[in-house]
């Protein structure tokens, strides 16, 4: 789960994490409110939405007057931000942040992620903050040092020295990097992140360490342990299509093209995919229903799926080791009575109970295209999305 800036920023100052003092508007009179109460006479109007590289974009603004807080406000507020990381349709901008302009003596860059290489939380750091650290990584890789932390010991004293090395920060800093590297720690695994990113992490004029920008993922199989942080999620910012899955427990992620994708297992699911795109077809989504699917959630996975306007055909592939394939195929059938399906369904089932499933999808006499293997299932269901689509084609032209 991803959350915004400002609230990232709460997160932090929770655990003496220094950032600059900022509020949350909705609109230009609070933005100005905001900055009154901020004081000083340098601000920054940032867009608050699920995505970096806003800056870029013309998400985040100086401003160096009250009525500029307001018109930069107004002008942001609203906006269709696009960036490197919304992809081209963009993010609509309902909340904007009001910070205080910092004096900024250096951009640095500083992350923490989990490296499942290693299966350890790693610090990344660099001097090239403020700009893309995958720019950075692809053209200087030898401006990026990766730290691993030893999780019984968590992050020592040898770690800060060669991170806050690598941040090019002197020795009359160690204390405030020490300091800061453990807090970013210690949130980072007391609230199960995945992700926390610090870009830039500035050297102010007062040589202070502040966070001016701050992107968090929490591991979304913890959140139970978190109802707090739960609360933070925006729906707002999330694809309409993975939000109903998430509140339906589907593992899903919504895709370009138009074969609709229901499996069990990320693997399969994967695999399965990349066969659709072989056989020349392309993949609507990744759908992955799970070990131990019951009907229910089965048909919900294809009610899902059949809610993607763009889905033209559907491919059900099934591997049942715990799952059990009749009950996938009562969840289908249960569906195809309920859901008006005006679109081929391919399904191919294996594994656990198979004959039953065959026999109850024989039995129902909905017109389902039935396949053995994958690499059939693939090529039926990219044959049978070509065929309706010139039918459909035709029928149009006719009329
Ligand atoms: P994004 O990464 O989405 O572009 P940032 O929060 O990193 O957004 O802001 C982009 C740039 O704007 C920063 O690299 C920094 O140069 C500048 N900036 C952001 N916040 C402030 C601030 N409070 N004071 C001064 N400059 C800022
Ligand atoms: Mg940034």
């Known amino acids: 789960m991803n959350i915004h800036e ?13 950032t600059v003092p900022g509020f949350l508007a909705l609109d230009s009179e609070s933005a100005v409110a905001a900055a009154k109460e901020i004081g000083g006479d340098v601000w920054v109007v940032k867009a608050q939405i699920h995505a970096g590289g806003r800056g870029k974009g013309g998400g985040v603004k100086v401003v160096k007057s009250l009525e500029e807080v307001k018109s930069i406000s107004e002008e942001i507020l609203g906006m269709n931000l696009v960036t490197h990381q919304t992809g081209p349709k963009g993010q609509l901008v309902r909340k904007v942040y009001i910070e205080k302009g910092t004096n900024i003596l250096d951009e640095l860059y500083l992350s923490i992620v989990v490296d499942r290489a290693n299966s350890r939380v790693n610090f990344i750091a660099s001097t090239e903050g403020g700009m893309d650290i995958e720019e950075v990584a692809e053209n200087t890789p030898e401006k990026i040092l990766t730290v691993d932390i030893n999780p019984s010991s968590g992050i020592e004293e040898k770690d800060v020295i060669s991170i806050s090395k690598a941040l090019g920060l002197d020795d009359d800093l160690l204390m405030k990097s020490g300091a800061l590297l453990k807090n970013l720690y210690k949130a ?14 500035v050297l102010t004029g007062d040589r202070d360490l502040v966070c001016l920008d701050a992107k968090v993922n929490f591991d979304d199989n913890a959140l139970f342990r978190h109802p707090q942080i739960s609360e933070l999620r925006d729906k707002s910012q999330e694809d309409p299509r993975e939000s109903r899955a998430a509140d339906r427990g589907l593992s899903y992620v919504g895709l370009e093209g138009n074969i609709g994708c229901i499996v069990n297992g990320a693997g399969l699911a994967m695999a399965t995919m990349d066969t659709i795109k072989l056989a020349g077809g392309e993949p609507a989504n990744f759908l992955d229903i799970g070990g131990g699917a019951t009907p229910e959630r089965v048909a919900k996975a294809f009610r899902l799926v059949m809610s993607d306007q763009n889905v033209q055909a559907v491919l059900v592939n099934i591997f049942a080791g715990i799952n059990r394939c009749d009950w996938v195929a009562m969840g289908v059938v249960q569906a195809l009575k309920e859901v008006t399906v005006e679109v081929p369904v391919v399904i191919r089932l294996a594994g656990t109970n198979v004959e039953e499933g065959q026999r109850i999808l024989a039995q129902s006499g909905l017109p389902i295209i039935r396949a053995n293997t994958l690499m059939e299932a693939a090529e039926r269901v990219v044959v049978a999305w070509q065929n309706d689509l010139k039918q459909n084609t035709n029928i149009r032209i006719a009329q």
């Open 188 to 201: 980072f695994v007391e609230t199960d992140m995945s992700l926390l990113e610090i870009n830039p992490l």
């Open 6 to 18: 400002y609230q990232a920023k709460e997160l932090l100052k929770e655990y003496n994490v220094p």
